[in-house]
């Protein structure tokens, strides 16, 4: 989008208010008079931002003036935020509450359609093998049952551990991917969620 002048700024935000606040865009003679400026003024201020495009007109009938988002607002779309509830152990389990500790923008390519998803941040080493660090943040998609294998986060007498889920006779193993670590066997272990992403930042 080509540079706005300081006027062009003030009319384009109107009419994004004015949309969100309608639902339906302002006429060439709303604008006008919001601004103590003539029609012609406010039409010629439409095309100018329409040739930078920052508007466009779907037709020559009122109210036909329209918003173009930019690449930035797309993407910011196509973002969900996800909640950082707090760490959970690569390592020996370790006691974890609930904590809202803010979000973390993850696109929605990467996430299923009607799921729910938690973000925690991982504290050891105990999963290395499979490339998850100390550090790294965990999104876990939310659910009470996963299958043999999944890499799970669950809890254990309150405290809260990643690591590879297996469902034995009458117990359940949490297997480390690293070999210092022995697995954890429980019979009481309580399942929040499956591994969905691994984000790292540097």
């Not at 004015?18 to 012609?40: G, L, Q």
Request: glycine share 6%; charged share 25%; with cysteine.
């Amino acid at each position: 989008m080509k540079e706005l002048t300081l006027r062009q700024k003030e009319i384009l935000s109107f009419v994004k208010k004015y949309i969100s606040s309608h639902s339906y865009p302002p006429t060439i003679r709303e604008i006008a008079a919001y601004f103590s400026i003539t029609a012609k003024g406010a039409h010629d201020h439409i095309t100018a931002l329409r040739k930078k495009g920052a508007l466009k007109q779907t037709g020559k009938c009122m109210r036909t003036i329209g918003l173009v988002k930019d690449q930035e607002e797309e993407n910011s779309e196509k973002c969900m935020e996800i909640p950082i509830l707090g760490t959970v152990a690569a390592g020996q389990p370790i006691l974890s509450e609930e904590n809202w500790d803010g979000t973390i923008s993850v696109h929605q390519s990467l996430l299923k359609k009607n799921k729910k998803y938690f973000a925690l941040k991982v504290r050891g080493d105990s999963m290395t093998g499979i490339g998850i660090m100390d550090g790294d943040t965990a999104v876990i998609e939310k659910q009470s049952v996963v299958k043999n294998g999944d890499i799970a986060v669950a809890v254990i007498d309150e405290a809260v551990t990643l690591k590879r889920f297996f469902r034995e006779n009458n117990r359940v193993r949490l297997q480390a991917e690293n070999p210092a670590y022995k697995p954890i066997y429980t019979q009481n272990a309580r399942v929040l969620g499956r591994l969905a992403q691994v984000l790292r930042f540097y």
